[in-house]
């Protein structure tokens, strides 16, 4: 079972838009133990670690359906995965240089907000799929 606990978004800004931070609140009111901090800037150096997996979100990255997901989440066993969102700007070479895995939604380009809002969907998703919840299929 995916352990929600192990997980963390890191992004930049603040969400103004209400009905993405209603919808959010949403997958959050299912997810409690899920970890959202709102940043300026990234600091990769509080994220290095041995039991810590960056994962960058950027429209150049690996596509995964939502059962590749579950999967890859659930592989990297015990350790604290780390999801980075940049904001208009995206996320700059650098940090996506430093990390574990470029992960992209789709092939479509999102607004930053938006993007969060799918990532804890896909996040609630890749739980239910861990836990043969029919979230998933329905």
């Known amino acids: 079972m995916l352990q929600i606990n192990r997980l963390t978004i890191y992004a930049i800004g603040k969400i103004k838009k209400l009905w993405i931070r209603d919808g959010i609140k949403q997958y959050k009111k299912r997810m409690p133990e899920l970890i959202i901090n709102e ?3 990234f600091n990769l150096n ?3 670690s041995n039991n810590n997996i ?6 150049e990255g690996k596509q995964f359906n939502s059962v590749e997901l579950s999967s890859l989440l659930l592989n990297f066993k015990n350790k604290k995965i780390n999801f980075l969102i940049g904001d208009t700007d995206g996320i700059s070479s650098d940090i996506k240089k430093n990390a574990d895995l470029i992960l992209s939604l789709s092939s ?11 990532l804890i969907e896909q996040i609630y998703r890749a739980v239910s799929i861990s836990t043969n919840s029919p979230y998933h299929r329905s």
């Open 108 to 118: 479509l380009t999102f607004p930053h907000e938006l993007a969060r809002l799918i």
């Open 46 to 48: 509080n994220l290095r």
């Open 54 to 59: 960056i994962i960058c979100l950027s429209e």
């Open 39 to 41: 940043l300026k800037t």
